[in-house]
């Protein structure tokens, strides 16, 4: 599976912006998809995670401000993200892996493929 995603920018501290994760070579529903963060000087942690059944999870920092969602028709995943905050400042990363056990959805560790990542700049 190859993972291209785009959406990043510079935005506003509430603002918004829509990240997408198209995918070629595999069907994207066959598999489980996530996003990743990685923000200035940290290390990469779990954004959310969309199932192959759909079903969905996100950090609970988040709350819910940000959604994730799949368009079977279109083999993308996406981000939408809202109420934007300083702190959400990161390169983000889109992730899908075949079999992922329950306990490392929220993990680096459970996804084979990556996407490249994209900038997301939030200003106060």
């Known amino acids: 599976v190859q993972l291209q995603a785009c959406g990043g920018g510079l935005v506003q501290a509430g603002g918004s912006l829509r990240l997408s994760c198209t995918a070629s070579?595999?069907?994207?529903?066959?598999?489980?998809s996530a996003w990743f963060r990685q923000g200035p000087g940290k290390e990469r942690e779990f954004v959310a995670t969309?199932?192959?059944?759909?079903?969905?999870n996100s950090q609970n920092s988040i709350e819910d401000r940000f959604t994730i969602s799949r368009d079977n028709a279109k083999n993308t995943v996406s981000l939408q993200m809202n109420s934007l905050k300083p702190e959400d400042t990161a390169a983000y990363y889109c992730?899908?892996?075949?079999?992922?056990?329950?306990?490392?959805?929220?993990?680096?560790?459970?996804?084979?493929?990556w996407g490249q990542g994209t900038l997301v700049t939030v200003s106060s």
């Open positions: 969309i199932r192959w059944s759909g079903s969905t």
């Open positions: 992730a899908a892996g075949r079999n992922v056990p329950m306990s490392y959805l929220t993990s680096e560790k459970g996804y084979d493929y």
């Open positions: 070579g595999r069907t994207l529903s066959t598999y489980h």
